[in-house]
């Protein structure tokens, strides 16, 4: 077994939960997986639990926030409901998660009044920040896909999570990731506490990666030898600025690939100037044309 790689999270979300992808995960040195409640059709934790000592030498990140309804998964940031999922959480999993996530907020807040969603969110917060105390999970945060409209609604009286996971990578759009930096720095958070997720966007098979050269954001010999894949891997670290990065796989062989990309050097003035591009285009910059002209214009060659 390898020496432990902490700035890899294996995300469950669209795994089969196989036994032996998390056994193949573990050969490779990789020790925490991010689940949730809701994930593999509510029955997660429960596989997860039936896989026995497997399990154990891996940290487990979980979220809370989505139940299930009548017509598939509905959101809801009620108190008693996010203790329940706590709760049961703990049972389904027979273990403390090391980490639990409150699950999109941002959508339960959508079209509340400011100051009815400001409450909302602290009394979600309180909730997961009681539970840690409480040691129903040993840590939390905040898992947020539109991290934009909960900025205005943190403040001094707003618990402080031990973790905000954002999108990261060449896929997010400029609003994102300025709203990721912000809400980071409302809570004052280090980047050792912000995580990057979906670095492919869950699509490593689209076009956009055969339309796009992330190779650009590399140093040197690392853009003559890695993939596009993981040179657009290793720029999700700085796309916004994270520490570590769940990314979902179930092929051992592309989990390999990304363990090697992650000596790669980033060209962080690419990544600057990148950004200033995708600015000056707000509104457009998530069409692939456009981020392809960025991309292209960012590269050194080109400046
Ligand atoms: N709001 C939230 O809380 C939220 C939302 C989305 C995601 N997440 C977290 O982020 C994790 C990752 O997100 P995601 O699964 O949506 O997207 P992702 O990590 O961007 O993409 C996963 C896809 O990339 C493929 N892949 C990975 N490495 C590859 C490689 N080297 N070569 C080719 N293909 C490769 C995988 O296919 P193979 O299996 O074939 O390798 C998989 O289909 C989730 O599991 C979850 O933990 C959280």
Redesign the pocket.
């Not at 639990?49 to 998964?73: E, I, R």
């Not at 959480?89 to 339960?108: A, K, M």
């Given at each position: 077994m390898r020496e432990p790689h902490s700035r890899i999270?294996?995300?469950?979300?669209?795994?089969r939960y196989q036994r032996h992808?998390l056994n193949a995960a573990l050969d490779m040195g990789i020790r925490a997986?991010?689940?949730?409640f809701n994930?593999h059709g509510f029955a997660a934790h429960q596989t997860l639990a039936s896989f026995g000592d497997l399990l154990a030498p891996f940290s487990v990140?979980t979220?809370v926030g989505y139940f299930p309804g009548a017509a598939g998964a509905v959101h809801s940031l009620d108190p008693g409901r996010l203790r329940y999922a706590l709760e049961k959480t703990n049972r389904d999993l027979g273990r403390t998660p090391d980490l639990v996530?409150l699950?999109?907020p941002e959508q339960s807040v959508s079209g509340l009044p400011p100051e009815e969603a400001r409450d909302c969110l602290t009394l979600a917060c309180g909730v997961l920040a009681n539970a840690a105390r409480e040691g129903l999970c040993g840590a939390w945060g905040i898992?947020?896909?539109r991290p934009g409209p909960l900025v205005c609604l943190v403040d001094g009286d707003t618990p402080r999570p031990d973790v905000l996971?954002v999108?990261s990578?060449l896929?997010v759009a400029i609003d994102t990731l300025d709203a990721s930096e912000s809400l980071a720095a409302r809570w004052h958070l280090p980047a050792a506490a912000v995580w990057g997720?979906?670095?492919?966007?869950?699509?490593?098979?689209d076009s956009i990666w055969e339309e796009i050269n992330p190779k650009v954001f590399l140093r040197g010999d690392s853009a003559r030898v890695c993939?596009r894949?993981?040179a657009a891997?290793r720029a999700a670290y700085y796309l916004p600025r994270v520490s570590s990065?769940?990314?979902?796989?179930?092929?051992p062989?592309?989990?390999?690939?990304?363990l090697d990309?992650l000596g790669a050097e980033v060209n962080e003035s690419t990544v600057a100037r990148y950004r200033d591009l995708l600015r000056r285009q707000r509104g457009d910059s998530n069409s692939s044309s456009s981020r392809s002209a960025s991309i292209r214009t960012a590269a050194p060659s080109s400046t």
């Amino acid at each position: 077994m390898r020496e432990p790689h902490s700035r890899i999270v294996l995300g469950l979300h669209r795994s089969r939960y196989q036994r032996h992808s998390l056994n193949a995960a573990l050969d490779m040195g990789i020790r925490a997986i991010d689940t949730a409640f809701n994930y593999h059709g509510f029955a997660a934790h429960q596989t997860l639990a039936s896989f026995g000592d497997l399990l154990a030498p891996f940290s487990v990140s979980t979220k809370v926030g989505y139940f299930p309804g009548a017509a598939g998964a509905v959101h809801s940031l009620d108190p008693g409901r996010l203790r329940y999922a706590l709760e049961k959480t703990n049972r389904d999993l027979g273990r403390t998660p090391d980490l639990v996530f409150l699950h999109n907020p941002e959508q339960s807040v959508s079209g509340l009044p400011p100051e009815e969603a400001r409450d909302c969110l602290t009394l979600a917060c309180g909730v997961l920040a009681n539970a840690a105390r409480e040691g129903l999970c040993g840590a939390w945060g905040i898992a947020s896909w539109r991290p934009g409209p909960l900025v205005c609604l943190v403040d001094g009286d707003t618990p402080r999570p031990d973790v905000l996971m954002v999108r990261s990578g060449l896929l997010v759009a400029i609003d994102t990731l300025d709203a990721s930096e912000s809400l980071a720095a409302r809570w004052h958070l280090p980047a050792a506490a912000v995580w990057g997720m979906s670095p492919f966007g869950g699509r490593a098979t689209d076009s956009i990666w055969e339309e796009i050269n992330p190779k650009v954001f590399l140093r040197g010999d690392s853009a003559r030898v890695c993939s596009r894949l993981q040179a657009a891997f290793r720029a999700a670290y700085y796309l916004p600025r994270v520490s570590s990065v769940a990314v979902g796989s179930d092929d051992p062989g592309h989990l390999r690939e990304l363990l090697d990309s992650l000596g790669a050097e980033v060209n962080e003035s690419t990544v600057a100037r990148y950004r200033d591009l995708l600015r000056r285009q707000r509104g457009d910059s998530n069409s692939s044309s456009s981020r392809s002209a960025s991309i292209r214009t960012a590269a050194p060659s080109s400046t």
